[in-house]
C-alpha cells in the first residue's frame, strides 16, 4: 500500500472538518441576507448592528469568563491591542458593512468583502515590504477584473448609491484586512477563542454605546419580526460562523478552510435570488467565477 494512501478514518474526519468549514461560511455569508430582511423594517444600520451585538454578547462573554478563569491573565500591552482590535475588526469593519448594505445588492456585498485576503497582501506589500509574485498579481488582476465586473453591472441598474454602498462595504473589507495583519502575533499568544471573544466583547460595548450616543432608546421598540431576525443574525450568523471556522481550522488547517470560504458569495447569491429575489445575471455569475478563480489562485499560493 501506498505511503501516502489515507486511511478511511483520516478521509472522514477531514470530509467532516471540510462539511464544517463550509456551513460556516455559509452562515456568515448569510447575515447580508438577514440585514436585508431587517432593512425592510425602517432599520437603519446603527440600530441593526446593536440588536446584533446584544443578542451576541451573552455567548462571547461567557467564553471570555471562562478563559479569563482558565488562562494566564493578560498584560496590559496585551489588554490594549484587544481593544483596538475589537474595535477595528468587529465594530468599525462590521459597521461598514451594514451601512453599505443599505445601498447594494447582498451578492456585491460578499463579493467586495470576499477580496479581504487580497488587501491582507497588498498592505504587507506596502506597509511590510512584503514581494509579490507574478502568481499573485495574476490572482489578485483575476479577482478584482470579476468585481468590477459586477460592481459597473450594478452601477448601472442603482445608480450613485451602489457608488456610496460599494465604498462602505470596501471601507469594511481594508479594516477587516488591518485587523487580520495586526492579529497575527498576537492570536499566538492568546489564543484563537480567546481573541475572538475578548474582541467581540469589546465590540458590542462599542455598538451598545455608539447606539446610545446617536439614537433615543425608543428606537430599541421594534416589531418582533426585528427582534427574531436580529436573534438569527446574532446566533445563526455571527456566534455559529466564528466557532465553526475556528473549529474547521483546527482540523484541516487554515489553507483548506480558506479555501472551503469559497462558497461564500455563491452561496449569497442564490440566498439572495431565492429570498429577497434579486436577480442573477450572466454578467454576475462570471464576475463571481473571476473573484472565486482569484481568491482560488491567491490561496493556492498562500497555502
Not at 442564490?270 to 436577480?279: D, K, N, Q, V, Y
Request: a positive charge; proline letters at 4%; one cysteine or more.
Amino acid at each position: 500500500m501506498s505511503s501516502t494512501t489515507i486511511s478511511p478514518s483520516a478521509r472522514q474526519a477531514f470530509l467532516t472538518g471540510l462539511a464544517i468549514a463550509i456551513a460556516g461560511a455559509i452562515l456568515f455569508s448569510a447575515k447580508a441576507i438577514v440585514a436585508k430582511l431587517i432593512y425592510r423594517y425602517d432599520v437603519d444600520a446603527v440600530t441593526l448592528i446593536t440588536f446584533r451585538m446584544l443578542f451576541s454578547l451573552p455567548f462571547f462573554a461567557a467564553v471570555a469568563l471562562w478563559k479569563s478563569r482558565t488562562e494566564a491573565p493578560l498584560t496590559g500591552g496585551e489588554r490594549g491591542r484587544i481593544v483596538v482590535l475589537g474595535l477595528l475588526g468587529y465594530y468599525l469593519s462590521s459597521f461598514l458593512d451594514f451601512l453599505g448594505l443599505q445601498y447594494i445588492s447582498a451578492g456585491l456585498e460578499r463579493l467586495i468583502l470576499f477580496l479581504t485576503p487580497s488587501f491582507v497582501l497588498l498592505i504587507s506589500v506596502v506597509f511590510l515590504r512584503k514581494k509579490i509574485t507574478m502568481v499573485e498579481w495574476l490572482a489578485l488582476g483575476t479577482a478584482y477584473l470579476g468585481t468590477v465586473l459586477v460592481f459597473l453591472h450594478d452601477v448601472r441598474l442603482g445608480g450613485s448609491n451602489v457608488m456610496l454602498g460599494g465604498a462602505f462595504v470596501l471601507g469594511s473589507a481594508v479594516a477587516y484586512a488591518m485587523y487580520l495583519l495586526l492579529s497575527g502575533e498576537l492570536v499566538k499568544r492568546v489564543g484563537s477563542l480567546r481573541l475572538v471573544a475578548y474582541a467581540m466583547c469589546v465590540s458590542s460595548v462599542a455598538c451598545i454605546v455608539q447606539f446610545f450616543l446617536l439614537r433615543p432608546p425608543s428606537m430599541l421598540l421594534q416589531p418582533m419580526q426585528v427582534y427574531g431576525l436580529s436573534l438569527v443574525n446574532a446566533v445563526f450568523c455571527t456566534v455559529f460562523p466564528v466557532y465553526l471556522t475556528m473549529e474547521a481550522v483546527s482540523r484541516i488547517g487554515p489553507a483548506t478552510a480558506s479555501q472551503a470560504g469559497m462558497i461564500g458569495p455563491v452561496s449569497t447569491l442564490f440566498m439572495g435570488a431565492l429570498i429577497l429575489g434579486e436577480p442573477i445575471t450572466g454578467i454576475q455569475l462570471a464576475g463571481t467565477a473571476l473573484v472565486l478563480t482569484g481568491i482560488y489562485l491567491l490561496s493556492r499560493k498562500r497555502a
